[in-house]
Nanobody, 120 residues
Framework: VQLQASGGGLVQAGGSLRLSCAASGIIFSINNMGWYRQIPGKQRDVVAA???????NYADSVKGRFTISRDNAKNTVYLQMNSLKPEDTAVYYCYAGIFNYPGSRYRDYWGQGTQVTVSS
């Protein structure tokens, strides 16, 4: 299984970016999907998560500004980021809990990370 993230870049404060992460490979079904972010020298923190049924959770710091969504037919999760702030600058990692086969336990898979830089 591979998770391919895209959509990062450089944006001015107040701007928007949309991250995408597509899962491919041996996939029977996908449980939770989501995004974490990490600043160099700090731990990786959760940003947003979405269940297979579409229930969402957000870190307090991004509520009202970020929106997570998924397209189950495409095995893809998205993160729409609006009103970006310099403190949102980080490497963003997507993850997915994937059932590889019917009846198997799900395993967590991670994308390669995509850099988001917000200038002031």
């Amino acid at each position: 299984v591979q998770l391919q993230a895209s959509g990062g870049g450089l944006v001015q404060a107040g701007g928007s970016l949309r991250l995408s992460c597509a899962a491919s490979g041996i996939i029977f079904s996908i449980n939770n999907m989501g995004w974490y972010r990490q600043i160099p020298g700090k731990q990786r923190d959760v940003v947003a998560a979405i269940t297979s049924g579409g229930n969402t959770n957000y870190a307090d710091s991004v509520k009202g500004r970020f929106t997570i969504s998924r397209d189950n037919a495409k095995n893809t999760v998205y993160l729409q980021m609006n009103s970006l702030k310099p403190e949102d600058t980080a490497v963003y990692y997507c993850y997915a809990g994937i059932f590889n086969y019917p009846g198997s336990r799900y395993r967590d898979y991670w994308g390669q990370g995509t850099q988001v830089t917000v200038s002031s």
